[in-house]
T-cell receptor, first 117, second 114 residues
Framework: DADVTQTPRNRITKTGKRIMLECSQT?????MYWYRQDPGLGLQLIYY???????NKGEISDGYSVSRQAQAKFSLSLESAIPNQTALYFC????????????????FGEGSRLTVL | GESVGLHLPTLSVQEGDNSIINCAYS??????FIWYKQESGKGPQFIID?????DKRQGQRVTVLLNKTVKHLSLQIAATQPGDSAVYFC?????????????FGTGTRLLVSP
C-alpha cells in the first residue's frame, strides 16, 4: 500500500461545483502539503500544514481551502471550481528532524487529476 | 527573486550513455537542493540531495554537482537505462524562520532509446 494515498485519482466536474480531494498518510509525518502541477510550470504550493492546528497559505491559495482533520489526513477543497483549476494535484508529507528543521525531502502521493469543464 | 530553471526541456540519450541534466537557481541564500524523478502517472520521487556546503554528492548511478559560483546544479546519471525515462525536477530548499520552502523547476524530460 502507498504511504501517501490520494482520492480520487481522477475527477471530471463542472464549473461551479464543490470538489474535495483527500489525502491520507501512514508515514507518521507531521507536515503535509498540497501542490498543483501544470504543464511547463512545475509544482506550485497551494497550502501546507505543520501539524493539526497549523494551516498556512502557499503561493497559489486563492480559490482553495484545506482541512487538517487529523495528523494523517489533509484535504483540499475547491469551493466553486473553475476551468483554470484543471490540473494535477499532489499531496506530500515531510518529517521534522530533532533539530526542528525538516529533512527537505517530500514524499508525494500518486496525484489527483482534476478536470473542470 | 527566486526562480529555478532548466536549460533543456527534453534530453534524448541512448541506453548506456551518461546523461546530464542541468538546473540554474537564482537564490544565493538557498542551502539545500533536491532532485526528483517523476514517471508518467506517478508522483515525484526523491533521487538525491545536496547541501550548499558540498560540491558533489554521489548515489547509486547518480551524481549531483553544485556550483555555487554560477548558481548551477546538475544531475548526472551513469549508464542510462530505459527505466530512467522520466521527467526530472530540481528543487531549491530554503530555510526561513525555521521552515522550508521548496521552489521547483519546470522539469526536464529524459528519453532513453534502446
Amino acid at each position: 500500500d502507498a504511504d501517501v494515498t490520494q482520492t480520487p485519482r481522477n475527477r471530471i466536474t463542472k464549473t461551479g461545483k464543490r470538489i474535495m480531494l483527500e489525502c491520507s498518510q501512514t508515514k507518521g509525518h507531521d507536515r503535509m502539503y498540497w501542490y498543483r502541477q501544470d504543464p511547463g510550470l512545475g509544482l506550485q504550493l497551494i497550502y501546507y500544514s505543520f501539524d493539526v492546528k497549523d494551516i498556512n497559505k502557499g503561493e497559489i491559495s486563492d480559490g482553495y481551502s484545506v482541512s487538517r482533520q487529523a495528523q494523517a489526513k489533509f484535504s483540499l477543497s475547491l469551493e466553486s471550481a473553475i476551468p483554470n483549476q484543471t490540473a494535477l494535484y499532489f499531496c506530500a508529507t515531510s518529517d521534522t528532524t530533532s533539530g526542528g528543521t525538516t529533512t527537505g525531502e517530500l514524499f508525494f502521493g500518486e496525484g489527483s487529476r482534476l478536470t473542470v469543464l | 527573486g527566486e526562480s529555478v530553471g532548466l536549460h533543456l526541456p527534453t534530453l534524448s540519450v541512448q541506453e548506456g550513455d551518461n546523461s546530464i541534466i542541468n538546473c540554474a537557481y537564482s537564490n544565493s541564500a538557498s542551502d539545500y537542493f533536491i532532485w526528483y524523478k517523476q514517471e508518467s502517472g506517478k508522483g515525484p520521487q526523491f533521487i538525491i540531495d545536496i547541501r550548499s556546503n558540498m560540491d558533489k554528492r554521489q548515489g547509486q548511478r547518480v551524481t549531483v554537482l553544485l556550483n555555487k559560483t554560477v548558481k548551477h546544479l546538475s544531475l548526472q546519471i551513469a549508464a542510462t537505462q530505459p527505466g530512467d525515462s522520466a521527467v526530472y525536477f530540481c528543487a531549491e530548499n530554503t530555510f526561513r524562520l525555521g521552515f522550508q520552502k521548496l521552489v521547483f523547476g519546470t522539469g526536464t524530460r529524459l528519453l532513453v532509446s534502446p
